[in-house]
């Protein structure tokens, strides 16, 4: 036995599976933010933050400020020949929880901006081939 499975009594490859699957998952977001954070760059945006977590309640994935207004952006990120496109993911209990999310972020920092808040949704879709499809949406909540 080596020094990293010492002590340990679990059967071996139990649970590596879902550990790999975890981290690919994590890389696979990772990577999907990143594409979302460059466009919306491009887009004229700042990124003001990522991944900023509000202890249990959640996590914005990117927050951006665009022009006067702050933007909290969802990205998901999936796979050619997924079950669901990113697009279908953001469903009304999710974009209510951004919202609340958003309004912690906005006590936190400071109060709202004179532009308002929006939230958006960037979509990203990596095919098997080829290039990232990137899509962002505005105000989607």
């Not at 207004?69 to 999936?78: F, G, S």
């Amino acid at each position: 036995m080596n020094a990293r499975n010492a002590g340990s009594t679990s059967k071996a490859g139990s649970g590596s599976s879902t550990r790999s699957a975890s981290n690919a998952r994590s890389a696979l977001g990772e990577y999907g933010e990143d594409l979302a954070a460059r466009r919306l760059t491009e887009a004229g945006m700042q990124v003001l933050e990522r991944n900023w977590r509000c202890g249990r309640t959640g996590e914005i994935d990117i927050v951006a400020q665009d022009g006067d207004a702050l933007v909290v952006c969802e990205v998901k990120t999936r796979r050619t020949g997924a079950f669901e496109h990113p697009m279908a993911a953001v469903t009304p209990l999710k974009a209510a929880r951004l919202r609340g999310l958003a309004e912690r972020w906005l006590q936190e920092h400071g109060g709202a901006p004179p532009g308002g808040v929006r939230i958006d949704l960037v979509g990203v879709v990596l095919p098997d081939r080829g290039a990232p499809v990137v899509e962002h949406v505005r105000g989607v909540a």
